[in-house]
């Protein structure tokens, strides 16, 4: 049984930084595809970010392009999320996200298998 634990949110000031976690377990992580996606307020979740640990490749959310960092430690099965320069409308809940089909350019929620209970972020202006 596929398990994902996110840690690392909490409250940080507009253009700080923050690293999010996803502890991975009970799976063969390295065929595996790695996650990010949020959900803020009354809007629907939105991808972030992903990560293949084979060949390793990442993609981003345009929004996301040259503030945040996905990256994966296999030796530990976690994948991180390197945040930086948040803004306010960062502000959200984090989902790890996992699937064994391998192709880093999944960005929909339903091409997703595992999901983690989420992290929340808030960016105060």
């Known amino acids: 049984q596929v398990q994902l634990v996110e840690s690392g949110g909490g409250l940080v000031q507009a253009g700080g930084s923050l690293r999010l976690s996803c502890a991975a377990s009970?799976?063969?992580?390295?065929?595996?595809?790695m996650g990010w996606f949020r959900q803020a307020p009354g809007k629907e979740r939105e991808f972030v970010a992903a990560?293949?640990?084979?060949?390793?490749?990442?993609y981003y959310a345009d929004s996301e392009k040259g503030r945040f960092t996905i990256s994966g430690d296999n030796a530990k099965n976690t994948v991180y999320l390197q945040m930086n320069s948040l803004k306010p409308e960062d502000t959200a809940v984090y989902y790890c996200?996992?699937?064994?089909?391998?192709?880093?350019?999944?960005?929909?929620?339903?091409?997703?298998?595992?999901w983690g209970q989420g992290t929340q972020v808030t960016v105060s202006s």
């Open positions: 990560f293949t640990w084979r060949f390793p490749r990442t």
């Open positions: 009970g799976g063969t992580f390295s065929s595996y595809t």
């Open positions: 996200a996992a699937t064994s089909r391998l192709n880093y350019r999944l960005t929909r929620q339903y091409e997703y298998d595992y």
